[in-house]
């Protein structure tokens, strides 16, 4: 390939469309807008969604439920995965900077810990929140839980 045999991308020399400059243009007269009818008016705009008087379907469609305004998220994580990381740990806490570290969790939400699993290791656990089976299955196991604020 060289300049001699380089070309233009296709509709790079296309010209643009100029409408209303007089009727050899091909886009005089009505301007590419037609004939009467509310989009041939200067100012028309109907709001978005508009199909020209029907119900428009965000209205159609039905409501469902409603958003709890007060909703905290959390970053979950399961004692399988936390038995696993305290075996590499060697007793040291488990904290959401470790988790965060270790790539277990990823954005900077509240951690909760889930009792899904079994847990064979006493480990020491840093969270903001708990269910009442990782409780249970943490102590059991000869294990803390400290509740962060």
């Known amino acids: 390939m060289n300049l001699s045999n380089i ?3 296709k509709k790079a020399a296309e010209k643009r469309k100029r409408v209303g400059r007089g009727m050899g243009s091909g886009m005089g007269k009505t301007s590419t807008r037609g004939h009467k009818g509310q989009r041939s008016r200067t100012g028309s705009r109907m709001i978005r969604g508009f199909e020209g008087g029907q119900m ?3 209205r159609r469609m039905p409501k469902r439920g409603f958003t709890n305004i007060f909703r905290k998220e959390f970053n979950i994580v399961s004692l399988e995965r936390l038995g696993a ?12 900077d ?12 509240p951690v909760k810990i889930l009792g899904d699993g079994e847990l064979t290791i ?8 708990f269910s009442k089976s990782a409780l249970e ?3 059991k196991a000869g294990g803390k839980v400290e509740v962060l604020q």
């Open 7 to 9: 070309r233009a991308p």
């Open 56 to 58: 428009p379907l965000h």
């Open 85 to 96: 990381l305290g075996e590499d740990l060697h007793a040291s806490p488990i904290t959401p």
């Open 98 to 109: 470790v988790l965060r570290k270790a790539g277990v969790i990823k954005a900077k939400l």
């Open 122 to 129: 006493a480990i020491t656990v840093h969270a903001h929140k």
């Open 137 to 139: 299955k943490i102590t």
